[in-house]
């Protein structure tokens, strides 16, 4: 935030200067417009570093300021000034930016998003994410379907056959049936026997195939919390660099008439002017861009977070609250338990060795078992007469039979072998990206948490650096009120305080990425 401060001309005296400024500050109340945000800042700064700050979204409010574009002087003495002064009247309407409409049934106050919220409601409308949870959704499925491959299989079958008769036999025109009608009604049961099915290999793969899903999953969600951290703290620290940009362009404006009352006075140059005039321009395009980022990262964090574009929601400002940072022997032990990826490629490696197994199981022989209980006669009848043999008169119907059969490969030409060699070569390729997966993982995970160390030492650094400008700035203004220091060191005062505020913003929001950056390795903490 840099305030548009002026003096008089460098080759004017000192006692001069002090004497402009004592009857500067006696005019104006002892400066306290100036005074009013290096003043409060010391005070408040441990709870906000913007304890003045007024956000104002879309159009302007009352006691806000609305920015308004200052021609500067081309040439001519106060006189001149002193017409474009009376001639500018009302400050020129702010740019209004286009916003989405609000939803007809929103009738209430705007909602209250915390961060907590913004991940539930995330988590409902993020479509990658719910693409991982239904893969996951599926591969319990289809490990369920792999469980009951393995146990019998019960069915009802009913049949009826016709058979042309020849009217000479009483099996009719075809000899493999027992007459022109026969009806079958069985309760039929199959079950295969191999050493694949006894040993579980693929309902093993199923498992481990459900188990992949799921940490994929669990990595879909981490990498949608730092998504959506990143962006709601992303709004968070635009608004406060929105309400800095409003503060910035009311001392801007405020300079502004101090520097064209003291021209108009004959105590400031016309070049003390031209340089509130400049630095007013400036503040109006910096107060613009704020609000012009604020609304991007709006866009951003409701597109997350609303099944429709909703901008009719606040995000609570929670960033001065402490985050602690475990230590890093818990940090190792949490991701050795908890970390998605290297939980991925172990189940991967499980996967391919229960493929392995199976393609060896495939040399052993296979057994099919199919038992049948029911009737097939020539009547739907507990007792009914053979047709074949009518003069042994009525028979039971109901019975059983049994089929089994025994396969065993002998000769496929290298299939079998070649597919065990393929399954062999995927267990190697397993094996290699797990220990890809476990350096990869502890190499990022000293990473993130160094960069986490880096990012908390800094939120402390920069934020005793805030103090340290806000109190220069009070002194300087002192000093500037009792005619000792140039404007320009003023201005530069207060331009060091606002980078020093929007450095103290950054760094909060710094560490918040790295603490979400680091849970992707060890979970929630």
């Given at each position: 935030m840099t305030a548009a401060v002026t003096a008089s001309s460098i080759g004017e005296s000192s006692s001069g200067a002090r004497g402009r400024g004592a009857k500067l500050?006696?005019?104006?109340?002892?400066g306290v417009g100036l005074l009013s945000m290096c003043t409060a800042a010391p005070a408040a700064h441990a709870q906000n570093l913007a304890p003045t700050r007024t956000i104002?979204?879309?159009s302007v409010q009352p006691g806000t300021v609305a920015p308004t574009a200052v021609a500067p002087a081309r040439a001519g003495g106060p006189a001149q000034v002193a017409r474009q002064d009376d001639s500018q009247g009302a400050p020129e309407p702010a740019i209004q930016l286009v916003y989405p409409p609000k939803p007809p049934e929103q009738t209430g106050p705007p909602l209250t998003v915390t961060l907590a919220d913004a991940l539930?409601?995330?988590?409902?409308?993020?479509?990658?994410y719910l693409s991982a949870i239904t893969d996951q959704k599926s591969a319990l499925e289809d490990r369920l379907q792999a469980r009951n491959a393995r146990l019998p299989q019960v069915g009802i079958r009913s049949e009826y056959l016709g058979t042309q008769g020849n009217g000479k036999t009483a099996n009719g025109r075809f000899v493999t049936e027992d007459g022109v009608h026969v009806y079958r009604e069985w309760v039929t049961l199959h079950q295969d026997i191999s050493a694949n099915s006894i040993m579980g290999t693929d309902y093993k793969r199923a498992?481990?195939?459900?188990?992949?899903?799921?940490?994929k999953a669990e990595i879909a969600r981490r990498g949608l919390t730092v998504t959506v951290t990143k962006t709601y703290y992303a709004l968070v620290v635009a608004q406060r660099k929105y309400a800095t940009a409003q503060q910035a362009l009311e001392q801007s404006r405020r300079f502004l008439q101090i520097a064209q009352q003291l021209e108009r006075a004959g105590q400031a140059a016309h070049s003390d002017v031209i340089k509130a005039q400049i630095q007013d321009q400036q503040q109006e395009a910096a107060y613009s861009d704020a609000n012009l980022a604020m609304e991007d990262t709006r866009l951003d964090l409701a597109v997350l977070l609303f099944p429709t574009l909703d901008e009719n929601f606040t995000a609570v400002d929670d960033l001065d609250q402490p985050q602690p940072l475990p230590m890093i022997g818990?940090?190792?032990?949490?991701a050795s338990r908890m970390n998605p990826d290297i939980g991925v490629a172990l189940q991967t490696l499980r996967s391919a060795t229960q493929e392995v197994?199976?393609?060896?199981?495939?040399?052993l022989p296979a057994i099919s078992f199919d038992p049948v209980w029911g009737l097939e006669a020539n009547c739907l009848a507990l007792n009914c007469v053979y047709t074949a043999i009518p003069e042994a008169g009525a028979t039971p119907t109901l019975g059983y039979f049994i089929s089994a059969s025994l396969t065993m490969p002998v000769w496929d030409w290298g299939t079998l072998r070649s597919k065990l060699r393929q399954a062999e070569f995927k267990q190697e390729q397993a094996q290699v990206e797990l220990s890809a997966a476990q350096r990869h993982v502890l190499g990022e995970l000293y990473a993130a948490y160094n960069e986490a160390l880096v990012a908390r030492d800094q939120v402390e650094k920069l934020r005793q650096a805030a103090d340290l400008a806000a109190e220069s700035l009070r002194l300087v203004t002192l000093r500037y009120q009792a005619g000792e220091s140039p404007a320009l060191e003023l201005v530069d005062a207060q331009t060091t305080l606002i980078a020093a505020r929007n450095a103290y913003d950054d760094a909060e929001v710094r560490y918040r990425t790295a603490l979400a950056t680091l849970q992707t390795f060890t979970g929630s903490f």
């Amino acid at each position: 935030m840099t305030a548009a401060v002026t003096a008089s001309s460098i080759g004017e005296s000192s006692s001069g200067a002090r004497g402009r400024g004592a009857k500067l500050f006696a005019a104006l109340g002892c400066g306290v417009g100036l005074l009013s945000m290096c003043t409060a800042a010391p005070a408040a700064h441990a709870q906000n570093l913007a304890p003045t700050r007024t956000i104002v979204v879309g159009s302007v409010q009352p006691g806000t300021v609305a920015p308004t574009a200052v021609a500067p002087a081309r040439a001519g003495g106060p006189a001149q000034v002193a017409r474009q002064d009376d001639s500018q009247g009302a400050p020129e309407p702010a740019i209004q930016l286009v916003y989405p409409p609000k939803p007809p049934e929103q009738t209430g106050p705007p909602l209250t998003v915390t961060l907590a919220d913004a991940l539930q409601r995330a988590q409902k409308y993020n479509a990658e994410y719910l693409s991982a949870i239904t893969d996951q959704k599926s591969a319990l499925e289809d490990r369920l379907q792999a469980r009951n491959a393995r146990l019998p299989q019960v069915g009802i079958r009913s049949e009826y056959l016709g058979t042309q008769g020849n009217g000479k036999t009483a099996n009719g025109r075809f000899v493999t049936e027992d007459g022109v009608h026969v009806y079958r009604e069985w309760v039929t049961l199959h079950q295969d026997i191999s050493a694949n099915s006894i040993m579980g290999t693929d309902y093993k793969r199923a498992q481990a195939a459900e188990a992949i899903a799921a940490a994929k999953a669990e990595i879909a969600r981490r990498g949608l919390t730092v998504t959506v951290t990143k962006t709601y703290y992303a709004l968070v620290v635009a608004q406060r660099k929105y309400a800095t940009a409003q503060q910035a362009l009311e001392q801007s404006r405020r300079f502004l008439q101090i520097a064209q009352q003291l021209e108009r006075a004959g105590q400031a140059a016309h070049s003390d002017v031209i340089k509130a005039q400049i630095q007013d321009q400036q503040q109006e395009a910096a107060y613009s861009d704020a609000n012009l980022a604020m609304e991007d990262t709006r866009l951003d964090l409701a597109v997350l977070l609303f099944p429709t574009l909703d901008e009719n929601f606040t995000a609570v400002d929670d960033l001065d609250q402490p985050q602690p940072l475990p230590m890093i022997g818990e940090v190792q032990n949490m991701a050795s338990r908890m970390n998605p990826d290297i939980g991925v490629a172990l189940q991967t490696l499980r996967s391919a060795t229960q493929e392995v197994t199976a393609s060896k199981t495939a040399f052993l022989p296979a057994i099919s078992f199919d038992p049948v209980w029911g009737l097939e006669a020539n009547c739907l009848a507990l007792n009914c007469v053979y047709t074949a043999i009518p003069e042994a008169g009525a028979t039971p119907t109901l019975g059983y039979f049994i089929s089994a059969s025994l396969t065993m490969p002998v000769w496929d030409w290298g299939t079998l072998r070649s597919k065990l060699r393929q399954a062999e070569f995927k267990q190697e390729q397993a094996q290699v990206e797990l220990s890809a997966a476990q350096r990869h993982v502890l190499g990022e995970l000293y990473a993130a948490y160094n960069e986490a160390l880096v990012a908390r030492d800094q939120v402390e650094k920069l934020r005793q650096a805030a103090d340290l400008a806000a109190e220069s700035l009070r002194l300087v203004t002192l000093r500037y009120q009792a005619g000792e220091s140039p404007a320009l060191e003023l201005v530069d005062a207060q331009t060091t305080l606002i980078a020093a505020r929007n450095a103290y913003d950054d760094a909060e929001v710094r560490y918040r990425t790295a603490l979400a950056t680091l849970q992707t390795f060890t979970g929630s903490f």
